[in-house]
């Protein structure tokens, strides 16, 4: 499985941003895709996932009712109300399989895209 992800730039605060994760390969052996993110100094952290059976989507408290993630083939994040401390670099991530709550921990997931910066000026 290979992802792609892309769509991040340079926004002001209060904009938003459209990322999308575009998967190949083995794709059918996708259970979930997640995206986190990394901020400089600073641990990468889970931000929202959707599974593929059922279409649950999962979020990190500090993104919920800001952002939005949908998706199949390719996944897409949607950034709204965006704040300075969003600036990072967004990863997409494929998982096998998801257990409770599984979606939420990095070490879940089987395949990384290369990531993709987003910078919130203020």
């Known amino acids: 499985v290979q992802l792609q992800a892309f769509g991040g730039g340079l926004v002001q605060t209060g904009g938003s941003l459209r990322l999308s994760c575009a998967t190949s390969?083995?794709?059918?052996?996708?259970?979930?895709m997640g995206w986190f993110r990394q901020a400089p100094g600073k641990a990468r952290e889970f931000v929202a996932a959707?599974?593929?059976?059922?279409g649950g989507t999962y979020y990190a408290d500090f993104v919920k009712g800001r952002f939005t993630v949908s998706g199949a083939n390719t996944v897409y994040l949607q950034m709204n109300s965006l704040k300075p401390e969003d600036t990072a670099v967004y990863y997409c991530?494929?998982?096998?399989?998801?257990?409770?709550?599984?979606?939420?921990?990095?070490?879940?997931?089987?395949?990384w895209g290369q990531g993709t910066l987003v910078t919130v000026s203020s």
């Open positions: 390969g083995r794709t059918f052996s996708i259970y979930g």
């Open positions: 991530a494929a998982s096998k399989a998801y257990y409770s709550g599984s979606y939420y921990y990095a070490s879940s997931y089987d395949y």
């Open positions: 959707i599974s593929w059976s059922g």
